[in-house]
């Protein structure tokens, strides 16, 4: 997982943040969702997937990103429109702390597939542990 600081643009007419998909991403996107109304004591993500990468911007108020990938967690406060977070598959992950104007946007590699997430955190550790040998 990496942190990305995108482009931004500010002048007297406001702000604009901006991301090419050959420059500043680390993948093309062929799917995006936005996550918003969050009730700010629930938890969203809870999963970890198989192939698929995610590049997750709160576009606006913030949330908490907690990752894993098997050996090291990190928690990661989006706040920004101009900060990216890259996931790449095998990375368990969990959003939370949402503000009440949280408006988080995800861009994903592939178009959904159930079968690529992992949704159970024992079945994450067991496919961690067998991918490290």
Known sequence: ?????LP???????????AEFNQHLPFTPKRYFVVFDVPSAEVRGEHAH????EFLVCVKGACSVVVEDGAARDEIL???????????????TTQYKFTR???LLVLA???YD???Y??????????????DG
Do not use: C, F
């Open 114 to 116: 159930a079968d690529d």
């Open 78 to 92: 989006l706040n920004r429109p101009n900060y990216g977070l890259h996931l790449p598959p095998m990375i368990w």
């Open 118 to 131: 992992i949704r159970s955190y024992e079945d994450y550790v067991i496919a961690v542990e067998s991918r």
């Open 8 to 18: 931004l643009v500010t002048d007297m007419q406001g702000s604009l943040s901006v």
């Open 101 to 103: 104007d949280a408006v």
């Open 50 to 53: 198989k192939e698929l990468h």
């Open 1 to 5: 997982m990496t942190v990305h600081h």
């Open 109 to 111: 590699s592939e178009n």
